[in-house]
């Protein structure tokens, strides 16, 4: 069964979906949508789209598309996503899902309400290094986790028009960056937090152009993350046990992850070569979409709902 995908947003990130879209068994790109027919065709021509609309609610409403990706600003995802399910598609949303709880809530229960899978689009979790990195932590091989640490940090130049710092776009590095380490340890805990707390530093728009957050958990363990826009940090991940600890090499797109005793020796490595990591993503919800499911175990929609609280309270301690 081929599995139909419509792109609403044609942006950087759909151009990079859409390309390895391309060499996905089983997958078509069907149609893409922006609010303007020449670039929408410019990005049927490139990627090799049947259809191009300047509408989104036309590719919504297209009956050949099985599933949406939406590839839109932040700001847009909640408004377009809800339009989606209305509809009856399945939706694969980028990050962040939405930037606040209350919206993850009513989008969440719509979605159980009309039978629709939803998905976010948190395609590190998908990898094979962070799944084996989960297996060892599960399997008590580091023994009780303590810490996490991990980051998502850039230097990208001030521009108050870019999304990135432009507040009326939902702009700043937690919502943009924060995500991924947020994600990162919920997911390889499998909880999620129970304190939340952190510290931000503004730039001149108004947006965080860097935090520093610390969540912890009911089984005790702690994690140490950051995020931001104005300094290169290391992005390699490390989970440290009581009897070990695990690290994630550069963990957004992760090829190598490595466990370690309570000596700190070498016990096991695990490796996957690939090209890009959406590849993991696309499968997976094309997965659940032929096997009719409403939600991925690897992306539960109850994280992604506490990772829209973690930024409620976030953004309320300033």
């Not at 069964?1 to 859409?18: C, D, E, P, Q, S």
């Not at 932590?137 to 998502?152: E, N, R, T």
């Not at 992306?299 to 976030?314: E, N, Y």
């Amino acid at each position: 069964m081929k599995v139909h995908f419509g792109i609403i947003g044609l942006g950087v990130i759909a151009g990079r979906f859409a390309n390895v879209l391309k060499n996905a068994e089983g997958t078509a790109l069907t149609a893409v949508a922006s609010r303007e027919m020449e670039r929408s065709e410019k990005f049927a021509a490139e990627y090799g789209a049947a259809k191009a609309y300047d509408n989104y609610m036309d590719l919504i409403q297209d009956e050949e598309i099985d599933i949406i990706y939406v590839a839109l600003t932040h700001n847009f995802h909640y408004e377009v996503v809800k339009k989606c399910i209305q509809n009856g598609k399945a939706v694969l949303c980028e990050k962040p899902f939405v930037t606040n709880e209350k919206d993850a809530d009513e989008l969440i229960e719509l979605a159980r309400e009309k039978q629709v899978l939803l998905m976010e689009a948190m395609w590190t979790r998908c990898i094979p290094t962070f799944q084996k990195a989960k297996e060892w932590i599960a399997s008590g091989l580091i023994g009780k986790p303590q810490l996490i640490q991990a980051a998502f940090c850039f230097h990208f130049p001030f521009d108050k028009d870019h999304r990135l710092f432009n507040p009326d776009l939902a702009g700043g590095s937690l919502y943009d960056a924060g995500v991924y380490p947020l994600e990162f340890a919920t997911g390889i805990l499998g909880e999620n937090p129970v304190t939340v707390n952190g510290i931000a530093h503004k730039c001149a728009t108004g947006v965080d152009d860097f935090v520093v957050m610390n969540l912890g958990f009911q089984s005790g363990a702690l994690a140490s993350l950051s995020c931001g826009l104005n300094a290169r940090v290391s992005q390699d991940a490390y989970v440290y046990g009581t009897e070990g600890h695990i690290i994630v090499y550069d963990f957004l797109g992760s090829h190598k992850c490595e466990r370690y005793d309570g000596n700190n020796q070498l016990t096991e490595r695990f490796e996957v070569d690939f090209e890009d990591g959406f590849i993991y993503e696309i499968m997976h919800i094309c997965e659940l979409f032929r096997e009719k499911k409403s939600e991925s175990p690897l992306i539960p929609l109850a994280d992604t709902k506490a990772c829209a609280g973690m930024f409620d309270t976030l953004t309320s301690q300033g």
